[in-house]
């Protein structure tokens, strides 16, 4: 992409009235393509214990819990790392740091895949959970840098696009491998293919300008005065209690597939696949819905997700009906990240973007590491039986908290 092929706008700078910062005159494709091609392997690298769980505790002997406990240990180190790391790199190209994540990722991938013990796989997870979270920071802005505001709906959708094809192809893929070769040549695979997407951001990915330059004599405003952190910090609670249901039942979904449903070991990437594929629906027709109706539509994607768990859930042993509510469940999810985004996105303000963008990860990685801890307690204590209700509690918990936000802001806003 040249740079003869840029429209303008203006942007003040230190010691000018006004400095250049430019968005292509075309809509980028290839710049986003490339973001969500990373985005698949990252999300792929991350969950793709969850399918393999099984075959991963049997070799290792350990229990179906610890492997999940892998899930937890990867995003907690998320947790705790996102924004230090964010606040070290924040003048940084964003575009040499997504290179760099990726082969860290790499690394941590690769090793993963040679772990000799079980501990060995834990420091594995935590070398790929330090790129994540920087990752998922840097990239989660990058598609705001690229296109101007209005265009982020439909900028987000593609780049989210490669979490749910993680979902569609990613991981059932790599579950189906596991199962016919070893799940070590499915997380070397996955490595080596990071480091075939971190040389394509080299040479296709576009720089960005993600520095807001001050006026001459301005003084720079904290981030927690930002008048905007609070619409922030409130999308934040959403996410954590919505995703902690998801994950706390998720990450188990395929013992529970084997153990309560009965399905046999070998149908579960085929069952995944279905439930990416539900995704890959539900993700195309949130760039639709979500343009028109963003609140509304989110909402209503999470009532129909509640519905969906709780048929699985009271027909778990009815196969047929499973199958159904498993996809159903897929589709009506498969919209709600990108959702939150857009929303997290067109919340902040241009100033803390990349902040609300490294919140926005955390709070994601919080739910997982705590979702996935929960779920594998439960487990142990209580039986694998108890996850989708516990999924079903926390969704309607997010759902009122949604529904109280709307209310509080429309009475703001008639003045009542």
Request: overall charge positive.
């Given at each position: 992409?040249?740079?003869?092929?840029?429209?303008?706008?203006?942007?003040?700078?230190?010691?000018?009235?006004?400095?250049?910062?430019?968005?292509?005159?075309?809509?980028?494709?290839?710049?986003l393509i490339i973001i969500a091609s990373a985005i698949f392997l990252t999300v792929t690298t991350e969950f793709l214990p969850t399918g393999l769980l099984p075959d991963m505790a049997r070799e290792l002997t350990v229990s179906p819990s610890q492997i999940g406990?892998?899930?937890?240990?990867?995003?907690?180190?998320?947790?705790?790392?996102?924004a230090p790391l964010t606040i070290l790199t924040r003048k940084y190209s964003r575009k040499r740091l997504v290179v760099v994540v990726m082969l860290?990722?790499?690394?941590?991938?690769?090793?993963?895949?040679?772990?000799?013990?079980?501990?060995?796989?834990?420091?594995?997870?935590?070398?790929?959970?330090?790129?994540?979270?920087?990752?998922?920071?840097?990239?989660?802005?990058?598609?705001?840098?690229?296109?101007?505001?209005?265009?982020?709906?439909?900028?987000?959708a593609i780049t989210s696009a490669g979490g749910t094809t993680a979902f569609v192809l990613g991981?059932?893929?790599?579950?189906?491998?596991?199962?016919?070769?070893?799940?070590?040549?499915?997380?070397?695979?996955?490595?080596?293919?990071?480091?075939?997407?971190?040389?394509?951001?080299?040479?296709?990915?576009?720089?960005?300008?993600?520095?807001?330059?001050?006026r001459t004599g301005e003084i720079p405003l904290p981030l927690r005065k930002d008048r905007s952190i609070r619409g922030v910090a409130l999308i934040c609670v959403i996410i954590i209690v919505m995703m902690l249901g998801q994950f706390t039942f998720y990450t188990y979904i395929a013992p529970y597939l084997i153990a309560v449903s009965g399905f046999p070991g070998g149908q579960i990437g085929l069952l995944l696949l279905a439930y990416g594929l539900g995704g890959a629906v539900g993700l195309a027709l949130s760039a639709v819905i979500g343009a028109r109706y963003p609140r509304g539509g989110l909402i209503g994607s999470v009532?129909?997700?509640?519905?969906?768990?709780?048929?699985?859930?009271?027909?778990?042993?009815?196969?047929?009906?499973?199958?159904?509510?498993?996809?159903?469940?897929?589709?009506?999810?498969?919209?709600?990240?990108?959702?939150?985004?857009?929303r997290m996105l067109q919340v902040a303000s241009a100033r803390i973007r990349d902040a609300a963008s490294a919140s926005f990860a955390t709070a994601f990685n919080i739910a997982i590491a705590c979702g996935a801890l929960i779920g594998g307690t439960l487990i142990d204590r209580v039986g694998i039986a108890v996850l989708p209700w516990v999924e079903l509690m926390f969704l309607v918990a997010a759902l009122g908290i949604m529904v109280m936000a709307e209310f509080v802001r429309s009475r703001s806003r008639s003045g009542a």
């Amino acid at each position: 992409m040249s740079a003869s092929s840029t429209n303008t706008a203006t942007t003040p700078t230190a010691g000018t009235p006004a400095a250049t910062v430019t968005h292509p005159a075309a809509f980028p494709w290839s710049g986003l393509i490339i973001i969500a091609s990373a985005i698949f392997l990252t999300v792929t690298t991350e969950f793709l214990p969850t399918g393999l769980l099984p075959d991963m505790a049997r070799e290792l002997t350990v229990s179906p819990s610890q492997i999940g406990f892998l899930v937890t240990v990867f995003a907690g180190t998320v947790v705790l790392s996102t924004a230090p790391l964010t606040i070290l790199t924040r003048k940084y190209s964003r575009k040499r740091l997504v290179v760099v994540v990726m082969l860290v990722l790499a690394f941590g991938t690769g090793l993963a895949a040679i772990a000799p013990s079980y501990e060995i796989l834990l420091l594995a997870r935590v070398i790929g959970g330090l790129a994540h979270g920087l990752f998922w920071a840097v990239v989660g802005a990058y598609a705001g840098h690229l296109v101007p505001k209005h265009q982020l709906g439909r900028a987000i959708a593609i780049t989210s696009a490669g979490g749910t094809t993680a979902f569609v192809l990613g991981i059932p893929v790599g579950t189906m491998l596991g199962h016919a070769v070893g799940w070590r040549l499915a997380f070397a695979i996955v490595g080596v293919a990071v480091v075939g997407i971190a040389a394509l951001v080299v040479k296709f990915l576009p720089p960005v300008v993600h520095l807001e330059h001050l006026r001459t004599g301005e003084i720079p405003l904290p981030l927690r005065k930002d008048r905007s952190i609070r619409g922030v910090a409130l999308i934040c609670v959403i996410i954590i209690v919505m995703m902690l249901g998801q994950f706390t039942f998720y990450t188990y979904i395929a013992p529970y597939l084997i153990a309560v449903s009965g399905f046999p070991g070998g149908q579960i990437g085929l069952l995944l696949l279905a439930y990416g594929l539900g995704g890959a629906v539900g993700l195309a027709l949130s760039a639709v819905i979500g343009a028109r109706y963003p609140r509304g539509g989110l909402i209503g994607s999470v009532v129909l997700v509640v519905l969906s768990v709780l048929t699985l859930t009271l027909f778990s042993t009815n196969q047929v009906v499973v199958v159904v509510a498993f996809i159903c469940w897929g589709t009506f999810f498969g919209g709600v990240p990108a959702l939150l985004q857009v929303r997290m996105l067109q919340v902040a303000s241009a100033r803390i973007r990349d902040a609300a963008s490294a919140s926005f990860a955390t709070a994601f990685n919080i739910a997982i590491a705590c979702g996935a801890l929960i779920g594998g307690t439960l487990i142990d204590r209580v039986g694998i039986a108890v996850l989708p209700w516990v999924e079903l509690m926390f969704l309607v918990a997010a759902l009122g908290i949604m529904v109280m936000a709307e209310f509080v802001r429309s009475r703001s806003r008639s003045g009542a």
